[in-house]
């Protein structure tokens, strides 16, 4: 049977090119998926400013809260405290420990600001930087290694947001963007001196590095220790966290993909064997058997499925590579990770496309071995039965998980969290739907065809009985319409929907109207500054990071922690957005904290009670409720004096000043006048403010507004390959409507009636599906069911749906109609 599924291949060139093409872009999917997943998983980073440390020491980057089975990643570098260093030296084998003490040290030229890092000058070992020229640096000076600098130079640093200015004692060849101080100075620049950043550890010559690795270990509990690739990441503390959220979109788009993949091939394969059912039919009237038969359909997939994936290959690997810079230049993958995408990619993209190939010919050659000879005597193509019992169990059970999802996001799922469970179920439900797709499809067309008859006349009669004679084989062309619609439909607008909802909760109590913004930090007198400039009514320092809640345990946050924002001491009029329903934030100062009203009900907290919490570096603090606040659900966030959060964050800084006006007051320009004086700082309006709030979920958005866009690609392939094939297997019936005295054009507009049919069946069932998607997830997110966005996105999307189904289908029956009608034709 294998020699006749190689012969069949050479005239059934249309059915087996879709499913080709299905493969390949399938293949190409699933591996570049693979291979950002491998890249998270490896997070390669090549050690360079510690490249000549063999063994370095780093905090430990997460903390698990008590009770809790899964640890929380922390966000600011956790740090060495001080005092290990010498436990450190002491072990067996090593020589030297050496501690870095980094801190921002932004370098002020001529035109710019250029955001660098400061270091003790014994660090410079670790990499190792060379002198060029010059000395070591004493108090007031500095080693650079900033091109064009030289002995003897004035630089200024902008350094805890003022500006000092150093002498240049040498120029050192190494990594750039770093300058170092003496270790006496690097001490007091540091925000913390108590904890180095990282220790580098130097071993004696011969010195088995494992075995030092696994004494150093013993030492305390809560560092890390790297070696080989690994220390690169001590370098960059914030590779971790960005680490795990590669893993999860490659993990969680990877399943979506290839389960995409798995139905767009399979209703491809199934297609294909539905409309040869009159050969099959007469092979088994000639006495073939039904293992035959399907021994030719799953030879016939292989062989049709295993170049493809080879050919997928291909363009696989330069997608993966392209998806990974794009995610790393837009910050939600670290562009010092060197991208990996090695065999297991290849095998997950090829296994998930042949499993997926060799499942739908199975499921087709099942049907299709069943046929019993008698029927190569009638008409087979016409299908009538619409579907059976198994397609009917699964079509039902995926509506059910569909509804289970809807019900769980509408009643449990509060905020950004409803996603969680919105978007699995549109995938229930585009399957559920598809999988049932005869009788949706009857549905639906009984409500379009009185209007489309009105309008169309006697063009859409004929139409309107071809589509009724042929309403299962119909299904076919409107699922994949279907699909396309309802995938991206409710994907965009959830992203849309959440903006809306995350820009609206943060701007509802946001009471600044000026902010103050600076990459390189702020100093506290700033603020203070600020705050006597005419027409100022309240200005406050704004600071972010995440912390985790360790007591009480049933803190009703998940491990990815709670958001923290740190603010100044204020008045009811103060800056901070929140709304008091309990205390005041004058009291905010030292160990305090302001709780939203859900979450100290949650915890059974009021004003004057205790809370323990580890902050973004992993220091525990034990802080006092001084107010309580209204938040909305699923966007809450703690609130802790801004010198507090601030302390521990990585850099130490305060980068944002929320300003308040008195009514009628024009601040800007005198704000302008105190900015100038500290370089770096730029005032801006409360709109930059609410861009940097939703700056993640901007990011979030882009990141799925890519990858949706490429499963509405590879949808519309099966879209074109759908009613491509179907178009070409009615090229008899377009002959015999010609011989009985129909013109091309009568058929064109018998077709077009056809496609507009579809068209509407698709969007409307996609559509369907999408709500069932987006009326509970925006229930969930916001204070409406209404799902929000610009209207251009679904006119987009039903615009692209309608111009792939029309000319899928009239373009290649216009070249079928111009042969004669009396042309003798086969069916693919």
Not at 510 to 537: C, H, N
Request: hydrophobic letters at 50%.
């Amino acid at each position: 049977m294998m020699r006749l599924a190689v012969r069949t291949l050479r005239f059934r060139k249309g059915g087996f090119i879709a499913t080709f093409v299905a493969v390949v872009f399938g293949t190409a999917i699933v591996m570049a998926c693979g291979g950002l997943m491998e890249t998270g998983i490896r997070s390669n980073v090549s050690p360079e400013r510690l490249a000549a440390a063999p063994i370095v020491v780093t905090g430990k980057q997460s903390h698990l809260r008590p009770g809790a089975e899964d640890a929380t990643a922390l966000p600011e570098r956790v740090g060495v405290p001080t005092d290990l260093v010498a436990k450190i030296r002491s072990v067996e084998g090593v020589s030297d420990a050496i501690g870095d003490l980094t801190f921002p040290a932004s370098l002020i030229g001529s035109s710019s600001l250029t955001v660098a890092e400061g270091h003790n000058w014994s660090s410079a070992e670790l990499a190792p930087y060379k002198l060029t020229s010059g000395r070591a640096p004493n108090a007031g000076q500095v080693v650079s290694t900033t091109a064009g600098t030289k002995v003897g130079d004035r630089v200024t640093y902008v350094i805890d947001g003022d500006p000092e200015t150093f002498t240049v004692s040498g120029v050192a060849r190494g990594p750039a963007g770093h300058a170092f101080f003496s270790d006496h100075e690097a001490r007091q620049l540091a925000g913390n001196p108590a904890r180095f950043a990282d220790v580098g550890v130097l071993l004696a010559p011969g010195t088995d590095v494992a075995a030092v690795k696994d004494r150093i270990k013993a030492i305390d509990g809560g560092i890390t220790v790297s070696t080989g690739i690994d220390r690169g990441l001590a370098e960059h503390p914030g590779t971790e966290s960005q680490r795990v959220a590669l893993i999860s979109i490659a993990g969680s788009f990877g399943g979506i993909a290839a389960m995409t993949m798995m139905f767009v091939v399979a209703s491809t394969l199934a297609l294909s064997a539905q409309h040869r059912e009159r050969e099959f039919a007469l092979l088994r009237g000639i006495g073939t058997t039904p293992g035959q038969v399907r021994r030719m359909i799953l030879g016939e997939s292989m062989l049709v499925s295993i170049p493809a994936v080879l050919v997928g290959v291909v363009p696989g690997v330069f997608l993966g590579r392209f998806l990974f810079d794009e995610l790393g230049s837009h910050g939600v993958a670290s562009p010092v990770v060197e991208f990996s995408q090695g065999m297991i990619p290849f095998a997950a993209g090829a296994g998930a496309a042949i499993l997926a190939a060799i499942g739908a010919a199975l499921i087709a050659a099942r049907k299709s071995a069943k046929i019993k000879p008698v029927e190569a005597l009638v008409e087979a193509s016409l299908q009538r039965k619409w579907f059976g019992w198994i397609r009917l169990l699964f079509g039902l059970l995926f509506l059910g998980g569909g509804l289970a999802l809807l019900i769980v996001t509408a009643a449990v799922m509060t905020g950004p969290l409803a996603g969680a469970t919105a978007g699995p179920s549109v995938l229930c439900w585009a399957i559920g739907v598809a999988l049932l797709g005869p009788f949706w499809t009857k549905a639906v067309l009984a409500i379009w065809r009185w209007p489309v008859q009105l309008l169309t006349r006697v063009n859409g009669r004929l139409a309107i009985r071809n589509v009724t004679a042929r309403s299962v084989a119909m299904s076919a062309a409107v699922m994949p319409v279907m699909l396309a619609v309802g995938i991206s439909t409710a994907n965009l607008y959830m992203q849309t929907t959440q903006m809306d909802a995350a820009s609206e909760a943060f701007t509802r109590d946001l009471k600044a109207d000026t902010v103050l913004v600076s990459e390189a930090g702020m100093s506290t007198a700033l603020v203070d500054q600020v705050r006597a400039v005419p027409g100022v009514a309240s200005a406050s320092a704004f600071v972010r990071s995440t912390g985790v809640i360790d007591e009480p345990r049933n803190a009703p946050f998940d491990e990815d922690g709670a958001p923290l924002l740190g603010v100044d001491a204020q008045g009811k009029d103060g800056t901070a957005p929140v709304q008091l329903t309990g205390g005041s934030l004058t009291d905010l100062t030292g160990s305090t904290v302001a709780l939203p009203d859900y979450v100290a009900g949650k915890m059974d907290r009021r004003v004057g009670s205790d809370i323990t919490m580890t902050l973004g570096d992993g220091t525990s603090v034990k802080l006092r409720v001084v107010a309580t606040f209204a938040a909305e659900r699923g966007y809450e966030s703690i609130i802790l004096p801004a010198t507090l959060v601030a302390a521990h964050t990585t850099d130490g800084l305060t980068k944002q000043i929320l300003v308040r006006s008195t009514p009628g007051a024009d601040v800007q320009p005198a704000l302008a006048k105190v900015a100038a004086a500290h370089p770096g700082v730029q005032v801006a309006d409360r709109d930059t403010l609410v861009a940097a709030n939703a700056e993640d979920l901007q990011t979030q958005a882009w990141v799925n507004y890519m990858l949706v866009g490429m499963l509405i690609a590879y949808t519309a392939v099966s879209v074109v390959n759908t009613l491509v094939s179907t178009t070409l297997r009615r090229r008899r019936e377009f002959a015999l409507q010609r011989l009985t005295g129909s013109t091309r054009m009568q058929v064109l507009r018998m077709l077009t009636t056809e496609s507009t049919l579809v068209t509407l069946a698709g969007i409307t069932l996609g559509t369907l599906v999408a709500m069932a998607c987006l009326l509970p997830f925006s229930a969930a997110v916001s204070t409406s069911a209404i799902p929000t966005g610009p209207l251009w996105i679904f006119l987009v999307i039903i615009g692209a749906a309608a111009v792939l189904t029309f000319g899928s289908t009239l373009v290649p029956a216009t070249a079928a109609l111009r042969h004669s009608p009396t042309q003798p034709t086969h069916a693919d």
